[in-house]
């Protein structure tokens, strides 16, 4: 029998492809351009659609639609994990199942790629819950980040799941924006060169990494969820796109999210300039592009820029949406109808179908022998993960203020742990773990995963300490009557650790996450009226916050005896606070975002142009109480050795700046020494400074290193008023400092030469070098 060109491996992909396709009905082929949204059986017996109110009028509402629509093919199982509890073994034998009668059900017998989400981890019953995005911000260590997305890629394939809804590269404009947790911060290197790493790691694994939200959703006005995006040329392209760009050209990623949101009026589900003139002509993208979850219907219902089904799926089709997720509802039987009637030319479905089967093809899922193994037991929460989890939490945990060494604390002391988020485990988790995510819709599921509570690693991490506890009021809700018995226990103890902070939760049903945004940046409920009671004890405070967001803290500052950040430090988040508080580990995370001195002035970040900053124009000062980059530690390091000479080089040139950090205490450490960009003139105005490289250094006692940044001029590129990116001649100053704010170091550079317009291989990083190393 001759094998059919469409499943010789030995072919090239793009040869594979045209022969399927030339075989196809349009049914066929627009079957591969959608989802459906099912759950795992909890017996492992296959899977079902999963009923949901959005999906009310979708072609497959029940077993006999998706009976019949699968005898089409189909493009992408939704969910199938994160939809419900099912133990992963028997999860994994659904899905492999429910893939088995896809293939036969149809003529050509492919199976769909499954998705699921997996922002802080596999968003699965009983998977390792990591630190949040921001939380890697914080560590500053991409090899990290991509040690755990590797991890997070193995359990994703293991059970059979292809593609990955992550990371997400928004740029934070406005921390009181709910999804800031999901965001690796607030300045777009740091985000590109983090979440690169997390796209390496998980497309290592051999998981399709899922950039989102293209783009500009963290621009949204008033931190409203969905609302208009009104940033403008520059800011759009120098500050919301360069990690997209950065994520695809050196992670290699294979798939994008369109965003929600609209920019000067055009829904980026529906801009044919974003998703296919810059995305795929400008960068060379050749992946997916799917939609957000009822992105394309929201053309149609929240848009309105399209009066129909119908419309609203060309419009997608035409700006570049392959594949409509969760599931079928726009791309289904109207879509073919209208097609044949000539109302939708069936080139856009061919040119969609052809990016999903040459995806297929990469995955092997063309190939005549494809099947899954099924493993007889998953463990999706092993050692090795819980070990990844712990280094990245103890790495992004922030110490902000010590300002007379109370911390680390003694090991017998007496200590009054008092807050609504000391004894919850949940307190650890942003919205889009499995136990914030999905469990509140099945109350009385145990959670799956050990979650040590600060309260419980405290006690752990300090036997001999007596530890007493009072919650002293509820996360959000306006109830005082705690209060006095959280006094009552401060006034007892040696130090007061105060644990407050967030709930993630979903649309209204947390202070952080999805739908969860905020006025102002004051800390929710009445835990700011609990703080105030506990400083007038008079007793030593330790505030420790366990948040999705900075809150501004001005009201406390140089009235707390010690101020500790994390940001949802996942699983280890217990015992990794617990350990920076007992000294056992030593703090090195660096802000990602700036912590407010007051609870308005925003949106506000660090990158400002001159009349953005304090100035005697307005009587509101913006400047932050904790800067980007700042964090503090228990040991202390001297910068020597500067090796940075005024110099002069032409537009397209490169420049090796040096030095020698030393960790000059008595105790092993760690140091993120960070280098800055100063333009003092520009054709436009310019961020006062900006990060442009950064690098991590672990140094025993006494031990230095040098590190070498290789800074090219590409670096220093712009969005002129022409709308060209280019370098253009003049004075540049590189200043390396320990924060945005505190710059150590300042070398003069003069670039000579013409304006050069950068092109699509402009260099985006500044490549760093560790050398003598003791």
Avoid at 306 to 323: H, N, S
Avoid at 635 to 649: Q, S
Wanted: proline residues 7%; glycine residues 10%.
């Amino acid at each position: 029998m001759t094998t059919a060109p469409w499943r010789d491996p030995d072919l090239p992909a793009a040869v594979r492809v045209d022969d399927l396709l030339s075989r196809m009905t349009l049914e066929e082929k627009t079957a591969q351009l959608y989802g459906v949204w099912v759950g795992a059986a909890t017996d492992g017996d296959g899977v079902a659609p999963h009923q949901h109110d959005m999906t009310a009028d979708s072609a497959v509402d029940s077993a006999d639609g998706w009976d019949e629509l699968i005898t089409r093919g189909l493009g992408q199982l939704t969910r199938p994990f994160g939809t419900a509890p099912v133990d992963p073994a028997l999860g994994a034998r659904a899905l492999a199942g429910a893939q088995r009668r896809i293939a036969a059900a149809s003529r050509f017998g492919i199976p769909a790629v499954a998705h699921e989400e997996c922002l802080a981890g596999f968003t699965a019953w009983r998977a390792t819950a990591y630190p949040v995005p921001l939380a890697w911000g914080a560590a500053f260590d991409p090899p990290l980040v991509e040690e755990m997305a590797r991890h997070i890629g193995r359990d994703l394939r293991a059970v059979g799941v292809h593609q990955g809804l992550a990371p997400v590269l928004d740029v934070v404009r406005d921390p009181r924006w709910g999804r800031v947790e999901e965001t690796i911060g607030e300045d777009p290197y740091l985000v590109g060169t983090v979440g690169a790493a997390y796209v390496r790691g998980l497309e290592s694994a051999g998981v399709v990494a899922t950039l989102k939200h293209f783009a500009g959703y963290a621009s949204s006005a008033g931190a409203r969820n969905l609302a208009p995006v009104r940033a403008g040329t520059r800011e759009f392209a120098d500050v919301t796109l360069p990690p997209f760009e950065m994520a695809l050209r050196e992670g290699g990623a294979r798939s994008v999210m369109a965003a929600y949101t609209e920019r000067d009026g055009v829904p980026a589900s529906a801009d044919p300039e974003l998703l296919t003139r810059l995305l795929r002509e400008e960068w060379g993208f050749t992946g997916t592009v799917v939609a957000d979850y009822f992105g394309i219907g929201f053309l149609q219902t929240l848009h309105r820029v399209a009066g129909t089904p119908v419309q609203a799926a060309r419009l997608a089709l035409e700006a570049g949406i392959d594949v409509e997720l969760p599931t079928v509802k726009y791309y289904g039987d109207a879509l073919i109808a209208a097609v044949r009637a000539g109302e939708v030319p069936e080139d856009l479905i061919d040119r969609s179908a052809r990016r999903v089967l040459l995806q297929k093809c990469e995955l092997g899922l063309l190939d005549e022998d494809w099947q899954h193994e099924v493993p007889e037991r998953v463990d999706l929460d092993p050692a090795a993960n819980r070990a990844v989890a712990r280094r990245l939490a103890e790495e992004s945990v922030v110490l902000l203020d010590n300002p007379d060494g109370l911390l680390p604390l003694a090991p017998d002391t007496r200590i009054a742990v008092v807050g609504p988020r000391a004894a919850d485990a949940l307190a650890m988790l942003g919205c889009y773990s499995f136990p914030s995510h999905v469990l509140p819709h099945h109350p009385g599921t145990e959670l799956g995963i050990e979650i040590p509570t600060v309260l419980e690693s405290l006690r752990t991490e300090l036997p001999d300490a007596k530890v007493t506890f009072a919650e002293g009021c509820p996360v959000s809700d306006p109830d005082v009557t705690g209060i006095e018995e959280a006094v009552a226990r401060a006034a007892e103890a040696d130090v007061c650790v105060a644990v407050l902070g967030d709930r993630a939760g979903l649309f209204g049903r947390g202070t952080s996450g999805e739908g969860c945004d905020v006025a102002d940046l004051r800390l929710p409920g009445v835990q700011g009226a609990l703080l105030d009671a506990l400083v007038a004890t008079g007793v030593p405070v330790v505030l420790v916050l366990l948040t999705g967001r900075p809150y501004a803290l001005g009201r406390w500052h140089g009235r707390l005896g010690a101020v500790v950040q994390a940001f949802f430090p996942g699983e280890e988040g217990g015992p990794a606070v617990a350990g920076v508080l007992s000294g056992r580990v030593n703090p090195s995370g660096r802000l990602p975002v700036s912590v407010p001195r007051v609870t308005g002035g925003q949106p506000w970040t660090y990158l400002q142009p001159p009349l953005g900053l304090a100035g005697e124009v307005s009587n509101l000062d913006p400047t932050p109480l904790y800067p980007f980059g700042h964090g503090r530690s228990y040991t202390t390091f001297a910068w020597e050795d500067v090796d940075g000479p005024a110099a002069d080089l032409g537009t397209d040139g490169s420049y090796d700046l040096s030095l020698t950090v030393r960790n000059t205490g008595d105790r092993a450490g760690a140091d993120v020494v960070q280098l800055y960009l100063h333009d003092p003139v520009a054709g436009v105005t310019r961020p006062d400074v900006r990060l442009v490289g950064y690098q991590r250094l672990e140094l025993p006692a006494g031990g230095s290193a040098r590190v070498t940044f290789r800074f090219h001029t590409d670096l220093s590129a712009f969005t002129d008023r022409a709308g060209r990116r280019v370098v253009e001649p003049g004075d540049l100053e590189l200043r390396l400092g320990t924060s945005s704010a505190d710059l150590r170091h300042t070398v003069r550079l003069s670039l000579t030469g013409p304006v050069r317009e950068t092109g699509p291989d402009r260099r985006l990083r500044c490549e760093t070098r560790v050398s003598e190393q003791t």
